[in-house]
């Protein structure tokens, strides 16, 4: 591995990852390149999964996709923001919507980043680093 991986996890700071997309190959991919970096990273490709799933996994971090079909990403990040166990839980809207298109929608549903698709390997590692920060905060509590 180089120094364009995503993160690098010290044990303490492996994170549970779900991803989120009705495009099995983006999930499965992002996927994989956070379980080459440590992370223990699950994909699910609609909604109903997603919120099976995250009530079994119980996340640290969502990247959730928003254009889904039956079940749209911002009804899924209501729906995990109402779940005691994910309260902590970072969800980041990870899609082909730009911010203008969901605007104060975003916000709404509880997500609490938005990126573009193709996300940025650098503020992927960013956002896992502020989570992992955070997983730590709250185990001391």
């Known amino acids: ?18 991803v989120v997309d009705d495009k099995p190959d983006n ?19 609609s909604g109903a999964e997603t919120i099976k799933t995250a009530e079994d996994f119980t996340p640290d971090v969502v990247f959730l996709d ?3 079909p039956v079940m749209d990403g911002y009804e899924i990040a209501e729906r995990l923001r109402k779940m005691t166990a994910l ?6 809207a990870l899609t082909g919507y730009g911010p203008g298109e969901g605007g104060e929608r975003y916000r709404q549903a509880g997500f609490d980043y938005h990126l573009l698709k193709p996300a940025e390997p650098e503020v992927l590692k960013d956002l896992l680093l502020e989570a992992a ?4 905060a709250n185990r001391e509590l």
């Open 1 to 18: 591995m180089d120094d364009r991986n995503i993160a690098r996890p010290s044990s303490s700071t492996a994170l549970k990852i779900l």
């Open 27 to 45: 999930a499965k991919m992002l996927s994989l390149l956070l379980q080459l970096d440590g992370h223990d990273a699950r994909a699910a490709f």
């Open 66 to 68: 928003i254009g889904l």
């Open 87 to 92: 309260e902590n839980t970072m969800l980041v």
């Open 133 to 136: 920060e955070r997983k730590a």
